[in-house]
């Protein structure tokens, strides 16, 4: 049986043909008859010049192109690699190799970086941005092939994950890990009615293209900005000119959405779906004061993406609850179908409240790891998927994240949540942005390091000690606070904590303070 997840286009295109599915700012490029017939000619191009199972590199910026040239490789046959198009030359050097990538193609901003590699089986890179160059417009030469038959376990989707503790690890999702990412969107996250819009402000390489899915089952519309990227300005503009919009936001660029100068009209607006970092209570506030019941949170990573627990907007409109603001902290509960667990290093499910490593389980999570069993084997034992991430889950079943496991601070012996010291020190006015990291030290071990961005003038360091001091214990206070003019974030607005760890080898900021004593 065929479960190919191009047939949701295909679908689609029967069920609405002249409805839009594509759009390029105000400017639409397709229905969902043309997108479906440019497709289907683009896989035959393809499967001209591959196999079944081959692997295509993307590395790409937001572009209409990432729409075809996806649904492409599934009605062929063949396995997308979506690419992090910030990444060093060596590391897109490394996935291509790793992956096995038989094509690549890539925006002409970063053509010139990628055609140069040196990566073994690669035959060539093509400029999709060209779209009428012969290298490109010459794969839409061939008759429309029928979809190719695929099977639920046959791999769809490489996703390469960050790297941050060594070589990135090709994530292997499946056809029926998309199809259950996709059910549970539906299901779980937000409906999608005919017309209604995604907007591709988050790179498509990530969360924003498994966004995609959902919305073409349901003959909704891609739309990307002119820019390819988040820009404030132009997605209050789309706003006017779109109606249904959805987008996936990480907390910062929520949190830029917010503090947008202006009364900027988000009529236009239908869902904010936010994850990829800690959303703080205060800034969610802050965002449904801004645009009311509009927000909804996920929590997932690579290896079940976008697809481990959910908040929906319901839950976060549910202010007469007593614990709302607990449930606000939270990453919600586990999505439908998919079971999650606290547990401890054997395994072992913790109580409601206990802190413990995250295990999940479903049909969400990745096959394995591409080419690399033993570390397969590492995070998928005992048949559940082992996140590294650190949380409790309540006695409802809600999951509150502390931290990545290599996260945590270990000073005195004891275990500190950045976290739970970050929520405390954001509600200091002075305050914009926060990232606390743990400082190796001969005495304690680590120390807690709190890196500031102000607002305006630099808060007093008295006033932040104070502030702490009435809400979390002493031995969580920093014993050090450095002012720094922003926060190192990747492209999807994750802080860089191991940036912020680097600086320790450089002197204190002046403005920064320690040796204190606890």
């Given at each position: 049986m065929s479960v190919n997840v191009a047939h949701l286009l295909v679908r689609a295109a029967q069920t609405w043909p002249r409805r839009p599915a594509l759009a390029r700012g105000e400017r639409l490029l397709a229905n969902y008859a043309e997108l479906a017939a440019r497709v289907a000619r683009l896989a035959a191009g393809l499967a001209a010049r591959l196999q079944p199972n081959d692997r295509i590199g993307l590395v790409m910026k937001n572009c209409p192109q990432y729409v075809e040239l996806m649904f492409a490789c599934w009605h062929a046959g063949l396995v997308a690699v979506p690419i992090n198009a910030k990444l060093h030359p060596k590391e897109l050097e490394f996935i291509l190799a790793d992956s096995g990538a038989r094509l690549c193609f890539a925006t002409t901003d970063l053509y010139d970086a990628v055609a140069p590699l040196s990566v073994a089986g690669l035959e060539a890179v093509i400029d999709a941005d060209n779209v009428s160059g012969p290298a490109y417009a010459g794969l839409f030469a061939a008759a429309a092939m029928p979809m190719a038959p695929r099977a639920a376990d046959d791999a769809a989707w490489l996703f390469y994950t960050s790297g941050t503790t060594g070589r990135p690890k090709g994530v292997t999702l499946t056809m029926r890990n998309l199809m259950a990412a996709i059910l549970n969107y539906l299901s779980d996250v937000d409906t999608i009615a005919p017309g209604d819009v995604i907007l591709h402000a988050a790179p498509m390489s990530?969360?924003?293209?498994?966004?995609?899915?959902?919305?073409?089952?349901?003959?909704?519309?891609?739309?990307?900005?002119?820019?390819?990227?988040?820009?404030?300005?132009?997605?209050?503009?789309?706003?006017?000119?779109?109606?249904?919009?959805?987008?996936?936001?990480?907390?910062?660029?929520?949190?830029?959405?917010?503090?947008?100068?202006?009364?900027?009209?988000?009529?236009?607006?239908?869902t904010i779906i936010y994850g990829g970092g800690p959303m703080y209570v205060a800034d969610c506030k802050a965002a449904l004061q801004r645009f009311g019941g509009k927000?909804?949170?996920?929590?997932?990573?690579?290896?079940?993406?976008?697809?481990?627990?959910?908040?929906?907007?319901?839950?976060?409109?549910?202010?007469?609850?007593?614990?709302?603001?607990?449930?606000?902290?939270?990453?919600?509960?586990?999505?439908?179908?998919?079971?999650?667990?606290?547990?401890?290093?054997?395994?072992?499910?913790?109580?409601?409240?206990?802190?413990?490593?995250?295990?999940?389980?479903?049909?969400?999570?990745?096959?394995?790891?591409?080419?690399?069993?033993?570390?397969?084997?590492?995070?998928?034992?005992?048949?559940?998927?082992?996140?590294?991430?650190?949380?409790?889950?309540?006695?409802?079943?809600?999951?509150?994240l502390k931290d990545r496991s290599k996260d945590v601070i270990i000073s005195g012996g004891s275990n500190i949540y950045p976290r739970e010291v970050e929520e405390v020190l954001l509600r200091h006015p002075a305050v914009s942005e926060v990232s606390v990291v743990g400082q190796p030290d001969p005495e304690w071990g680590e120390i807690v390091v709190a890196f500031i961005v102000p607002r305006g003038p630099a808060p007093d360091s008295a006033e932040l000690d104070a502030l702490c001091l009435d809400n979390i214990a002493r031995f969580k206070r920093p014993k050090r606070y450095v002012m720094v003019d922003s926060l190192p974030k990747n492209n999807t607005g994750k802080v860089l904590k191991t940036r912020l760890r680097e600086l320790f080898g450089t002197p204190p900021n002046p403005q920064s303070r320690n040796d204190r004593s606890r």
């Open positions: 990530h969360g924003s293209g498994f966004y995609m899915l959902p919305h073409v089952a349901h003959a909704g519309v891609n739309v990307i900005p002119e820019s390819g990227g988040f820009d404030p300005a132009e997605i209050y503009s789309l706003l006017q000119v779109h109606r249904g919009v959805s987008l996936f936001a990480a907390p910062t660029m929520v949190k830029r959405l917010v503090e947008h100068p202006g009364e900027a009209d988000s009529a236009g607006l239908k927000l909804a949170q996920i929590y997932g990573q690579g290896e079940s993406p976008m697809t481990i627990t959910c908040l929906d907007k319901a839950l976060h409109a549910d202010t007469s609850h007593p614990r709302y603001e607990q449930r606000l902290a939270s990453v919600g509960h586990a999505f439908t179908g998919v079971e999650i667990r606290v547990a401890d290093a054997d395994d072992r499910p913790l109580p409601p409240g206990a802190i413990g490593e995250i295990l999940v389980r479903g049909d969400t999570v990745m096959a394995g790891y591409w080419n690399n069993p033993a570390a397969s084997a590492e995070t998928l034992r005992n048949g559940w998927l082992h996140t590294g991430d650190v949380g409790s889950l309540d006695e409802d079943g809600f999951l509150t």
